[in-house]
């Protein structure tokens, strides 16, 4: 069974970049899909961007389509999200997830197991 560990998460001022990551633990990363989450105080746990198996379908909210880029290094059982120009609503606690249908790969959290303990990011001046 795959196990998840998110980092990367900091302080950092609005404008600014980090570059999140997603470590998997066991043999089976290449078959999976991968989800990024994140949830803000108060507020439901939202999907953000997620890839399939091969990595060649990806998808974003469209509140981080234009600034998030997702990748995966399978080799290196590795995902990665890359943040540029970080918002203050961008602030929120970030999970990556398995999805164990690694073919496509969508928002939906019940689909996702696996789950990360989270990292922290919080932008703000």
């Known amino acids: 069974q795959l196990q998840l560990v998110e980092s990367g998460g900091d302080l950092v001022q609005p404008g600014g970049s980090l570059r999140l990551s997603c470590a998997a633990s066991?043999?089976?990363?290449?078959?999976?899909?991968i989800g990024w989450f994140r949830q803000a105080p108060g507020k439901e746990r939202e999907g953000i961007s997620c890839l399939s198996r091969f990595g060649n379908l990806k998808k974003y909210a469209d509140s981080v389509s234009d600034r998030f880029t997702i990748s995966r290094n399978n080799a290196n059982n590795m995902v990665f999200l890359q943040m540029n120009n970080l918002k203050p609503e961008d602030t929120a606690v970030y999970y990556c997830?398995?999805?164990?249908?690694?073919?496509?790969?969508?928002?939906?959290?019940?689909?996702?197991?696996?789950w990360g303990q989270g990292t922290q990011v919080t932008v703000s001046a």
């Open positions: 997830a398995v999805r164990p249908t690694g073919l496509t790969c969508n928002f939906v959290p019940s689909e996702y197991e696996n």
């Open positions: 066991g043999s089976t990363f290449e078959s999976v899909g």
